[in-house]
């Protein structure tokens, strides 16, 4: 009896093993994460295609360590990530994971000009040191190895502004739910109360001419990689003074000088891309429901984005994008009416120029081409750099050179007279050297020419701490 049960129990494991072999299947054993010092591993874990048990087939295994290479990158943790199988038998794998985690902790002098765009500050307002603000910014990222963020700011300049925030993405065991808190107060001595012929114009006090505060909770649901779901209620009151309300009676939109607030807003997300920060692969979509409570000055808005990159070769991509915005306001106010040239609605080669209006659309065709990488290396000919040195990562400089053209529409039911931009077709186009290094680092320097006829060189992007 013994013996028939032992050559059932063989025959069975070789049958399977045979049928592995055969479909060029095999099972995930066990998956090794190095590196990871701080970051807890279930957070790795979860970004991955695959766990411990799954079964893969031979030949995807490249793309799906490609995939978890990607999506491990994206989470802004790392640095550099290394994944890579090792086969232990016939059917089965290691997953081998190699990490090098960045620095999490910045405490930052804050100086940031207040104007939408580097070009604006620069050239328009001469780049004074009146529109700038200026403080301390303390991020703690991956604060506890979950992947959550704390920002504590305390700036002055152009506004006074008290920040905190924390952000907490996963409180359940399967990493699907996540929490964040915010809290920000801010006073200002000049604000943007009008626009004319598609240009900001500012209202200058020596007292505070607007203050407020603004609260929030937000509620995060992520199912899968690339879906998100977010809610958010916020809490808040703007009010400005009486020179604000002579300049613009129009500014909020109860026409007074308080307005308090309750809002919603809901996004949905779905994000697949090879490198967030800059897409060469990949698709995203946006969605946007906002709604808010205010005594019956209420105000409603959608927003949808799509973007989509695709490889021509290992050189060249191409990328296109749409984002449009509708509005429902209440009545026509000059706060609810600001819609292209704000946030990310906005479109190259109008970087000088703001459109007030119910609904926008803008429409982006880009084309990349490599023109090299430099590598910085992190090793010195100083012992003592040496020692600081082998804490920081192996920098690379990607080059990329892109030509782009751009189209937009923005209508309003009642346009200024003023305005030339206003219900009329935008047009520009031009060609821009991108630099992409650590950190998310993303330079972006542009020449377009817009259907005005203006010209110029326009400096977009930053770092992502």
């Known amino acids: ?76 943790l790392f640095n550099e990530v ?19 985690e960045r620095w999490y902790f910045f405490p930052l002098p ?3 000009w207040v104007d939408r765009n580097l070009s604006e500050w620069w050239n328009t307002q001469h780049h004074s040191l009146d529109r700038v603000n200026y403080g301390i910014n303390l991020r703690q990222a991956n604060a506890t ?43 200002q001595k000049e604000l943007n109360t009008s626009t004319s012929f598609d240009k900001q114009v500012f209202t200058k006090t020596i007292n505070e001419i607007q203050d407020g505060y603004r609260a929030n909770v937000n509620f995060f649901y992520r199912e899968n990689l690339y879906e998100r779901l977010n ?24 026409y007074g000088k308080s307005l308090s607030y309750l809002d919603f807003n809901f996004s949905y997300s ?18 946007g429901l906002y709604h808010r409570f205010s005594g019956g000055n209420n105000l409603s808005s959608i927003q949808f984005r799509k973007i989509h990159a695709h490889p021509i070769n290992s050189k060249n991509f191409y990328l296109l994008e749409s984002n449009s915005q509708v509005k429902f306001m209440a009545n026509q106010n000059y706060l609810d009416s600001r819609l292209m040239g704000y946030g990310n609605m906005q479109m190259n080669g109008f970087e000088y120029y703001v459109i007030d209006g119910n609904a926008g659309s803008i429409a982006k065709a ?5 023109l090299g990488t430099f590598t910085l290396s992190n090793k010195s000919s100083f012992p003592i750099l040496d020692k600081l040195a082998k804490h920081l ?44 290094s650590v950190y998310d680092l993303v330079i972006k320097i542009d020449y377009s020419v817009n259907q005005l006829g203006d010209k110029g060189v326009y400096l977009h992007g930053g770092i992502n701490f």
């Open 1 to 76: 009896m013994f013996k028939h049960v032992t050559f059932i129990y063989f025959f069975t494991l070789f049958f399977i093993g045979f049928q592995f072999k055969a479909n060029g299947q095999y099972i995930i054993s066990n998956i090794d994460i190095e590196g990871n010092a701080k970051t807890k591993s279930y957070i790795i874990l979860r970004e991955l295609p695959y766990q411990v048990g799954s079964i893969v087939k031979s030949d995807s295994i490249a793309y799906l360590n490609n995939l978890a290479k990607q999506q491990i990158i994206n989470t802004s």
């Open 82 to 100: 290394q994944v890579r199988a090792q086969e232990t038998d016939s059917t089965h794998l290691n997953i081998k994971i190699k990490v090098s």
């Open 110 to 112: 804050y100086f940031r």
């Open 145 to 187: 190895g979950n992947n959550d963020r704390l920002i504590v700011g305390l700036i002055t300049g152009y506004t006074k502004q008290a920040v905190v925030r924390y952000q907490f993405p996963y409180l359940d065991k399967k990493l699907r739910f996540g929490m964040g808190l915010g809290w920000q107060y801010f006073t």
């Open 231 to 254: 809610l958010q209620v916020g809490l808040g009151n703007t009010q400005i003074s009486d020179s604000a309300l002579l300049a613009q009676p129009h500014y909020l939109p109860n």
């Open 270 to 287: 779905k994000i697949k891309f090879d490198y967030n920060a800059y897409p060469t692969n990949g698709n995203s979509t946006d969605v």
């Open 366 to 370: 880009e084309l990349h081409h490599l």
């Open 393 to 436: 990562p192996v920098i690379n400089y990607h080059f990329w050179l892109r030509a782009f053209t751009n189209l937009g529409y923005a209508y309003s039911e009642r346009p200024g007279n003023a305005s030339k931009l206003t219900n009329t077709l935008l047009r520009s186009a031009g060609i821009g050297l991108d630099i992409i």
